[in-house]
């Protein structure tokens, strides 16, 4: 079955700081792949998406992923932490083409950043 | 910003009730969706609904859930007879359609039956 690991629930960075947040995926199939954030009381929000174009791929606030595909993996990292970063971070896949909504998600990430 | 609101934010209910999670999708979508997390677990994919209806649901859509946009506005989720398990986050999200997984959640509806 097609599922998608995040490796830590939750990561704890200062202020300033490279953020990692990890994310692999299983499948022999490459897919559509996808990191939200959600912040506290809100829906989750797209933060960047990967769609067989480029393999670095940069999304809103600073944040930027890496497809590769050699280690089924789909990092997220943004160089310098800000506080207002602290949230939920979920990876996703979705395969096929056409109009899928059908995402399959990680167990999500929360992200702690420290004065 | 458009924004896909849900109603109501916070929902009890005793086993064996009926609930009705109502959700405003942005206004020019076209796709529609229930997602539910269950606390402490992955975010799950319930069912997505086109033109009027159910294009893809999962296993865990079963006989208890039914979905409908009753009036061009509105899309709902119906489960008829809760149950304890049921007890969970429920996001509703809509796309427009043009892009696979570009979906805009709303901030979902917790559901907890007792």
């Known amino acids: 079955a097609q599922s998608v690991t995040q490796l830590g629930s939750h990561v704890s960075v200062s202020e300033g700081a490279l953020v990692l947040l990890r994310c692999n995926y299983s499948?022999?199939?490459?897919?559509?792949l996808f990191w939200y954030v959600q912040y506290p009381n809100q829906g989750l929000q797209l933060l960047l998406k990967y769609t067989s174009a480029a393999t670095l791929v940069k999304g809103i606030n600073g944040f930027e992923a890496e497809f590769k595909k050699s280690e089924t993996s789909f990092h997220l990292t943004k160089p310098s932490a800000h506080m207002s970063d602290a949230a939920e971070y979920f990876c996703a896949v979705s395969y096929g083409s056409g109009n899928t909504g059908k995402l399959i998600f990680g167990q999500g990430t929360t992200l702690q950043v420290k004065p | 910003e458009p924004e896909v609101t849900q109603t109501p934010s916070h929902q009890v209910t005793q086993m064996g009730q009926e609930v009705i999670l109502r959700c405003v999708p942005i206004s020019n979508h076209l796709y529609f969706y229930w997602y539910r997390q269950i606390l402490g677990q992955k975010v799950e994919f319930l069912v997505s609904f086109y033109n009027n209806e159910i294009s893809e649901k999962s296993e865990i859509f079963d006989d208890q859930f039914s979905v409908e946009r009753p009036d061009g506005s509105n899309f709902t989720l119906k489960i008829r007879s809760t149950k304890l398990e049921d007890s969970a986050m429920y996001f509703c999200?809509?796309?427009?359609?043009?892009?696979?997984?570009?979906?805009?959640f709303g901030e979902g509806s917790r559901l907890t039956v007792l």
């Open positions: 499948s022999s199939v490459p897919p559509y």
């Open positions: 999200a809509s796309s427009p359609g043009q892009a696979p997984g570009e979906l805009f």
